[in-house]
């Protein structure tokens, strides 16, 4: 391929995701294959700033054989991290011009919906970006899927199914608390895919009482060992409920999502519905530093081949995707302006089987 361009950068933004080194690792053989230098930027955006002390903690070259290693591992090689400089039109003027100054000629960014607007803004300031949509949120609505969201979804139902191997042993209800920001289709998913009977997201309004409701038809059922899903970021869709005044027997007022937590709200739910005990785990960070699954490892293959070769043949300012089950590319701006629809029918089907 004969193309004009001879040196590219690459940076990870936002939270780490699995799948992210598989995809730097992609684009270094793809790179390697059509004869261009790859610079890897560390820590998102903050390695455009070079405020480091030493340049090599801002940015190094980044050939085969550093990252060949990389691929299946967890978290990301390059380092991530938010940047608020970025902000900040001046900040990412200097970002812009320290691009030039390394001689990079595209950017391959991959984040999430934050970073894309980060890609955007450099866009604007004439520098030639490509997007791969790394987040395991599942939250940018251009793409069905998003890298790592299928490795995250995973770790929760193996863990949700230990959970209710244990809720069935001990006749006991769980709340299980999952990632997401205010995207609900991690939490959706792992319900759908564990049968957990009551799932909470942040795109549907709720009372916990409705919850509690909702569980209480379900023992009169004969299903005490019953998993409610909840999306870290539900809480702040929750109708207020006087959390403390409930807990400790001191009423005051209250605001939608005070106060609440999976702890809480199990406790909650454990007296609302007279069971002996309800348990609550908090996912975290499990779901984020793990290997990527088989379908984020080959999503990060063809997504990082095409980001180079859309840098080379000129395409930029485009974001990288899956439709229709299969990889493809769109405009950043148009990709940004795009609206999630929230599965609800699968969502009611979880809450009323
Ligand atoms: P994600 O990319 O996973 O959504 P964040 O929302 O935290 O993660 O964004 C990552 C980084 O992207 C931010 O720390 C900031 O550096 C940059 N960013 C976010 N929003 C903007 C914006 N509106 N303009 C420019 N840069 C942004
Ligand atoms: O965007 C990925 C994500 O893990 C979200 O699900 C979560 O809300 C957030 O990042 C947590 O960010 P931090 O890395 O600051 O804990």
């Known amino acids: 391929m004969g193309n004009p361009i001879k040196r590219i950068g ?66 990301t090689y390059l380092r991530t ?33 934050g970073s894309y607007q980060g890609a955007m803004r450099l866009c604007e300031l004439g520098v030639p970006c490509v997007g791969i949509p790394g987040t395991i949120d599942n939250d940018l609505a251009y793409t069905e899927m998003t890298l790592g969201y ?40 792992a319900a759908v895919s564990t049968g957990a009977e009551i799932v909470i997201v942040p795109e549907v309004p709720w009372h916990i009482d409705d919850v509690a ?3 209480n038809r379900l023992i009169a059922r004969g299903n005490n060992r019953v998993t409610v899903v909840v999306a870290e970021g ?15 027997a001191r009423g005051k007022q209250c605001y939608p999502g005070e106060g609440i937590s999976a702890l809480r709200l199990a406790s909650i739910l454990k007296r609302k519905c007279g069971m002996v005990e309800a348990r609550s785990t908090v996912l975290g960070y499990v779901q984020r530093g793990q290997q990527p699954a088989a ?20 395409d930029s300012n485009r974001v990288v995707g899956i439709r229709d089950g299969r990889i493809f590319h769109m405009d950043i701006t148009q ?13 009611d089907l979880v809450n009323e089987l």
Not at 85 to 109: S, Y
Not at 234 to 248: E, I, K
Not at 300 to 313: P, Y
């Open 10 to 75: 690459i940076l990870t933004s936002g939270g780490d995701a699995p799948g992210m080194n598989a995809a730097v690792v992609s684009v270094a053989r793809s790179a390697a294959l059509y004869g261009v230098s790859l610079v890897g930027i560390k820590r998102g955006y903050n390695g455009l700033l070079r405020r480091s002390a030493q340049l090599a903690d801002d940015a190094v070259e980044l050939d085969l054989d550093t990252v060949l290693d990389i691929a299946d591992q967890p978290g």
């Open 234 to 248: 539900a809480y702040a869709s929750m109708a207020p409920f006087d959390v403390y005044g409930f807990l400790t």
């Open 150 to 189: 299928d490795t995250a979804v995973n770790v929760c139902v193996d863990a949700i199914r230990a959970i209710r191997a244990t809720s069935r042993s001990h006749d006991r209800p769980a709340v299980v608390e999952v990632m997401g920001r205010n995207c609900g289709d991690i939490a959706l998913k």
């Open 295 to 314: 379908y984020d490892s080959a999503f990060a293959f063809e997504a990082g081949n095409l980001a180079v070769r859309l840098l080379l043949a000129g």
């Open 213 to 215: 409701d909702r569980l």
């Open 81 to 113: 991290a938010r940047c608020e400089e970025f902000l900040d039109p001046a900040w990412r003027a200097k970002a812009a011009q320290h691009v030039r100054d390394m001689g990079i000629e595209g950017l391959v960014i991959i984040g999430g919906d």
């Open 335 to 347: 990709a940004l302006a795009e609206r999630r629809a929230f599965h609800r029918e699968l969502y």
